[in-house]
């Protein structure tokens, strides 16, 4: 069974950062680009950042642009997003998501997400 | 605002079908058959039920079942179950420099 298992999420302040982490189990991790996705209250789904099987290349939204990065280590089946700076509309629950096609960044679908983790971003 | 447009409620009662619409342009769902759709039960993870307009994973009831006209891609829901009430995500590849799309998502309620 695949597991996408997300940690890293609470409460900070504006200005502020987190790191999130999403390790995986039950399926070749190398094999899969790896994106992170987060819903805001009320709203629907957006992707953040994107990371190629090999780490070669990384997307993101450009509401994140030189705020947020994404990393994997592939020995351990991991993914994660250092969030630095971050603003209140940053608040949302965050999701890792394993995709296996995907072309200059462009991911034909989503197979396997995790269940998420809550970034709220409040004084 | 989604770039991929979805009704924000549909219900219906247990046994019938409800059809969620998906509506893009040329650049997304018009231009590619890689619509996929995914089922989410708050709390829980999001799960694929359909990739390439209308491809069901290994496992998924085929009470689901998706299709694609010009812009707008659809999802169908036939013999409703209680199980089914959840939110439905629909996403495209995109030709646009956005590098992928979903829409709002749609609030199933089973009457």
């Given at each position: ?17 987190l790191?999130l ?7 070749t ?69 394993s ?8 991911c034909s ?11 709220t971003?409040?004084? | ?28 769902i ?17 799960k ?7 491809t069901r ?6 009470r ?5 006209s ?20 629909c ?21």
């Open positions: 069974e695949v597991q996408l298992v997300e940690s890293g999420g609470g409460l900070v302040q504006p200005g502020g950062s790191r982490s999403c390790a995986a189990s039950g399926l991790f190398s094999d899969y680009w790896m994106t992170w996705v987060r819903q805001a209250p009320g709203t629907g789904l957006e992707w953040v950042a994107k990371i190629k099987q090999d780490g070669a290349e990384k997307y993101y939204v450009d509401s994140v642009k030189g705020r947020f990065t994404i990393s994997r280590d592939n020995a351990k089946n991991s993914v994660y997003l250092q969030m630095n700076s971050l603003r209140a509309e940053d608040t949302a629950v965050y999701y890792c998501a995709s296996r096609y995907c072309t200059d960044g462009v679908r989503f197979d396997y997400w995790g269940q998420g983790t809550l970034v971003v409040s004084s | 605002q989604s770039a991929l447009t979805q009704p924000a409620s549909v219900s219906g009662s247990p046994g019938q079908s409800i059809t969620i619409s998906c509506a893009g342009t040329s650049s997304d018009g231009g590619y058959n890689f619509v996929s759709w995914y089922q989410h039960h708050p709390g829980k993870a999001p694929l039920i359909i990739y390439d307009v209308s994973p290994s496992g998924v009831s085929n689901f079942s998706g299709s694609k010009g812009n707008t891609a659809s999802l169908t829901i036939s013999g409703l179950l209680a199980e089914d009430e959840a939110d439905y995500y996403s495209s590849y995109t030709n646009s420099n956005t590098r992928g799309v979903f829409g709002g998502g749609t609030k199933v309620t089973v009457l």
